[in-house]
């Protein structure tokens, strides 16, 4: 039609006006060569609150030796893999693997508009839920969908000065491992405790603790579990001696 022409017409002169040659480099990512952005190009990711390290082989953590300590927590995506940031402050980011470039020097989290970071989750069809889990610990059990139906929104509402210390992809027949913050016991409880809410919601306190919870995981019921130290040392635990509440 006469318009569609006069648009074209349109759009071609301010073209050749205005128009520059492409700067940006053209990267194929599907090349299979090792490409730093291939889409199945491995990325092992060490993070704390406030910076990233990545490297493409876990046997190069040594690079990292002098950034990595207790509060160091890890896990590895490809570039195509979908990759969550929960805040401490109860809010989420869906990013992609490919957003954590490599660096052995760290990378802040405010690169991403986050000033604390509390937990990376990287999704996969292993497990349909997460949970949640406060520093009171309050939390609750989020179905996968209902996190990856928003970016940066507020996953979970907070009591005053509680904040979110983990999440954690959930499975049935889980046991919660949480430590405390000024004593280092570890406390245990069924996860299952922790029932299925909605976004909107704050869950509700199945761990009444005496002392705030400083960390937690998940692990999946068996005859014994293994419990490691910051400095290597570790401690093999008979299930059968845990007394859950």
């Not at 976004?199 to 019921?221: V, W, Y």
Request: include cysteine; hydrophobic fraction near 35%.
């Amino acid at each position: 039609s006469a318009i569609k022409e006069a648009i074209k017409a349109e759009l071609e002169d301010g073209l050749k006006k205005y128009g520059r040659d492409r700067l940006a480099e053209l990267k194929n990512l599907n090349d299979k060569g090792g490409a730093e952005y291939a889409p199945d190009q491995m990325k092992h990711i060490f993070y704390n609150s406030k910076y990233f390290w990545a490297v493409d082989d876990i046997s190069k953590v040594a690079q990292l030796k002098d950034h990595l300590d207790k509060d160091v927590r890890y896990v590895s995506c490809m570039n195509q893999s979908t990759v969550v940031l929960f805040t401490s402050d109860g809010y989420n980011k869906i990013l992609d693997g490919s957003a954590f470039v490599y660096t052995s020097d760290g990378i802040g989290f405010n690169q991403f508009g986050l000033n604390e970071v509390a937990s990376v989750l990287v999704i996969n069809d292993q497990y349909k839920e997460a949970l949640i889990l406060t520093q009171d610990g309050y939390g609750k059990r989020i179905t996968i969908d209902d996190i990856l139906k928003s970016n940066k929104a507020r996953i979970m509402p907070l009591n005053t000065e509680d904040h979110v210390i983990t999440v954690l992809p959930y499975q049935d027949n889980s046991i919660l491992a949480a430590q405390g913050e000024k004593t280092g016991k570890v406390y245990f409880i069924e996860a299952e405790a922790y029932s299925l809410f909605k976004r909107q919601a704050t869950g509700f306190r199945a761990l009444k603790l005496d002392e705030p919870i400083q960390s937690a995981d998940l692990f999946r019921k068996a005859d014994s579990v293994m419990i490691s130290t910051e400095y290597g040392y570790s401690k093999v635990i008979p299930t059968q001696t845990i007394t859950l509440p």
